[in-house]
T-cell receptor, first 114, second 110 residues
């Protein structure tokens, strides 16, 4: 099993550009989520999904869209990139919706918005 | 005020020392408590999980939860250079989302 795979690993955008961060898991996990990690702020939840076709907002959803058309994939779309979205983005999944289960993280995408 | 507070450090200790990492929280509904370890340029990995109060031991690691004080701790015995990482506490009520602390950076020097 590859686990949680994120692409790309690094990305530089100009202000106003759009892009999609890809996340795929091969563990048949119900729950998938996106976090951003900033110095001094820790991990903050952007969006999450408890199954195909079901998504919801986390703590910092503004400027981001998600969809979940399959169990395996959970892409994160930046609609119009801003310098405040410079961060490291992590996708994470777990088997079920129970919060006490282990979260499996991808290796991250480092995004810079100029 | 964030619901979870964690001193970011950095914390530097010599090899073999006992390390104590701590978090405080404000939400009395939190029942699930975890510690994640994150190496540089990697995603976090689950290290310890505790439900409600009490202690849990796994090898050199002990997780402790004191719900009356809203305080959780992670102890590392006989620390090794390979323990050098950022340690993130995480906790939740019976919902979907974990609340993470900011992480404490630990350096164990040979």
């Amino acid at each position: 099993n590859a686990g949680v795979t994120q692409t790309p690993k690094f990305q530089v955008l100009k202000t106003g550009q759009s892009m999609t961060l890809q996340c795929a898991q091969d563990m048949n996990h119900e729950y998938m989520s996106w976090y951003r990690q900033d110095p001094g702020m820790g991990l903050r939840l952007i969006h999450y999904s408890v199954g195909a076709g079901i998504t919801d907002q986390g703590e910092v959803p503004n400027g981001y869209n998600v969809s979940r058309s399959t169990t395996e994939d959970f892409p994160l779309r930046l609609l119009s990139a801003a310098p405040s979205q410079t961060s490291v983005y992590f996708c994470a999944s777990r088997q079920g919706i129970f919060v006490g289960e282990k979260l499996f993280f991808g290796s991250g995408t480092q995004l810079s918005v100029l | 005020q964030k619901e979870v507070e964690q001193d970011p450090g950095p914390l530097s200790v010599p090899e073999g020392a006992i390390v104590s990492l701590n978090c405080t929280y404000s939400n009395s509904a939190f029942q699930y408590f975890m510690w994640y370890r994150q190496y540089s340029r990697k995603g976090p990995e689950l290290l310890m999980y505790t439900y409600s109060s009490g202690n849990k031991e796994d090898g050199r690691f002990t997780a402790q939860v004191d719900k009356s004080s809203k305080y959780i701790s992670l102890f590392i015995r006989d620390s090794q250079p390979s323990d050098s990482a950022t340690y993130l506490c995480a906790m939740s009520d019976p919902g979907y989302a974990l609340n993470f602390g900011k992480g404490t950076s630990l350096l164990v020097t040979p």
